[in-house]
């Protein structure tokens, strides 16, 4: 079964870019690599999700490297807001298509 | 967003208490879940709908009983809970279970969650 691993917590100031990296050296030829943002006392919010190389949208970028064993999560010129716990996901490999949320990174936004 | 509704918001009841917590999504979608998250720990995936029917059931307790009389509505029927129980129940839905080809997965939209305190 595909796990990720990804480091508890970042800090980062206002402004600035800001790399998580996330860990899933168990992953499935076929599977994607998803990430989810959560606020406190709030549901996650999808964010990006990505198969390989480089995927961008409004709101982040996603690397993944040829080997695909790990994926970083690119948030450029963070603010307060963005503080929150962010989540990589990869699919269980067993065909059931179940989503297996980690403990996620706890990104903490200085002014 | 709006996408997924969850009533109540928050819950408090005893041990001996039946509750039940609600869930709506207006999306369209297929495919529900339950979640429960507990303090300081990652989120649980409880239980998946897909056209109404269960398709997982993570292990959970029988004191937690879901229904999903069609693919708009999801409920947690919850009795003679434990302290431990204690946690925020978050509802989800995507368009489908098991997505696209391969290992592609449905995003998934989460609704507020509902707060329960098990006394």
């Known amino acids: 079964l595909a796990k990720t691993t990804q480091p508890i917590s970042m800090d980062s100031y206002e402004g600035q870019e800001v790399n998580i990296t996330c860990s899933h050296n168990n992953i499935a030829t076929n599977d994607y690599i998803t990430w989810y943002q959560q606020f406190p006392s709030q549901g996650p919010r999808f964010i990006i999700q990505?198969?390989?190389t480089k995927v961008t949208n409004e709101v982040a970028s996603l690397f993944i490297p040829a080997d695909r064993k790990s994926s970083t999560l690119s948030l450029p010129r963070v603010s307060l807001s963005d503080t929150a716990v962010y989540y990589c996901?990869?699919?269980?490999?067993?065909?059931?298509?179940?989503?297996?949320f980690g403990s996620g990174t706890r990104l903490q936004v200085q002014p | 967003e709006t996408g997924v509704t969850q009533t109540p918001r928050h819950l408090v009841m005893g041990m001996t208490n039946k509750k039940s917590l609600k869930c709506e999504q207006h999306?369209?979608?297929?495919?529900m879940y339950w979640y429960k998250q507990s303090a300081k720990k990652p989120l649980e995936l409880m239980f998946v709908y897909s056209l109404e029917e269960r398709v997982e059931n993570n292990s959970v307790p029988s004191r937690f009983s879901p229904e999903c009389p069609n693919s708009s509505h999801l409920f947690l029927h919850l009795h003679t809970l434990q302290p431990e129980d204690s946690a925020l129940y978050l509802c989800a839905s995507s368009q489908d279970w098991g997505g696209g080809v391969g290992g592609y997965i449905d995003t998934q939209y989460f609704g507020p969650g509902t707060r329960l305190t098990v006394l």
């Open positions: 996901l990869v699919a269980l490999d067993t065909g059931r298509r179940a989503l297996t």
């Open positions: 999306l369209g979608h297929n495919a």
């Open positions: 990505g198969y390989k």
